[in-house]
């Protein structure tokens, strides 16, 4: 793997530091270039946590990832640059799923003059890092919340326009057995959310676009607005145009896109 070729994939040309601005631009720039996408869940193709496939999928594919590709990718290129950082498990719906939700998101803390809580992996969550200390935060024009829930667990509230609430997690160092048997889990249950519709979010310079099923959604700071792709030939369109993303084989999936769009949301294709 190398770094070189990671940097040019985020469009850093400079020379990074192990320092607070360095921070901010390299997570800012991953997920202005790299789209969170589940797209190889819907495909049925096999996945996991080695962070060398996330380098062979993101960077040399050029294709977008999900938490563990995302955070793990980005966690590694942290690490190479210099910086000191904790993979660890995060819940997302701890509340409402139980247990069952324990490791369904990694998260990074990276130590610099303080602890930091970095997420490239969250799809429409913060696009900077936030010190790891409760309080509220703004980020791009979007307000998040971080709040110590107890003695072992934190939890971060998305901002309004998102779309899963909050994660929480604990400071321990995830245990990399669990992320995988997790990671497995989501990739083929069928009550994963990730084995039911495509979800694609990308940060652009103004905002957020998104991919749920068969709505394109665009978000703006306290504006909201979406739309239905049509047609598969208009999917894989959105897919290129909007997160940069060549997969012409997700045409084969529309069928089943447009059946469980209608199961959930009562909406035909016209």
């Known amino acids: 793997m190398d770094l070189s ?3 040019a994939r985020i469009g850093y040309a400079g020379t990074p530091r192990v320092d607070l601005p360095t921070l901010h631009d390299l997570h800012r720039r991953h997920l ?6 589940n ?3 819907q495909l049925g193709r096999p996945g996991g946590v080695d962070i060398e496939d996330a380098y062979d999928k993101i960077v040399t594919r050029r294709r977008g990832g999900w938490c563990y590709e995302m955070n793990g990718l980005f966690g590694w290129a942290l690490r190479e640059i210099g910086f000191d950082v904790t993979r660890m498990a995060g819940a997302v719906g701890r509340d409402e799923r139980g247990a069952i939700s ?3 998101h990694l998260v990074l803390r990276v130590d610099l003059d303080r602890p930091y809580l970095a997420d490239v992996g969250f799809g429409d969550g913060m696009l900077e890092p936030i010190p790891l ?3 509220g935060y703004s980020r791009a024009g979007y307000d998040f919340r971080l709040e110590q829930v107890d003695a072992d667990w934190w939890r971060l509230h998305n901002h309004a326009l998102g779309g899963a609430p909050y994660f929480d997690f604990t400071l321990e160092t995830a245990r990399e057995e669990a992320l995988a048997a997790t990671c497995q889990w989501l990739r083929t249950a069928p009550e994963s959310v990730f084995t039911q519709f495509p979800i694609v979010q990308r940060h652009t310079r103004d905002g957020l676009v998104i991919i749920l ?6 978000i703006r700071p306290g504006e909201r607005t979406q739309a239905l792709i049509d047609t598969a030939d208009q999917f894989v369109e959105v897919l290129a145009r909007d997160f940069g993303l060549d997969v012409p084989e ?4 529309w069928p089943a896109i447009c059946a469980k769009h209608e199961e959930l949301f009562g909406e035909k294709p016209d």
Not at 32 to 37: H, N, R, S
Not at 213 to 218: F, I
């Open 39 to 41: 797209l190889d869940v």
């Open 213 to 218: 099923g068969r709505t394109l959604r665009r």
């Open 102 to 104: 324990h490791g369904n």
């Open 133 to 135: 200390l409760a309080g």
């Open 250 to 253: 997700m045409r084969s999936l």
């Open 5 to 7: 070729a990671y940097l």
């Open 32 to 37: 202005q270039a790299i789209p969170y996408e």
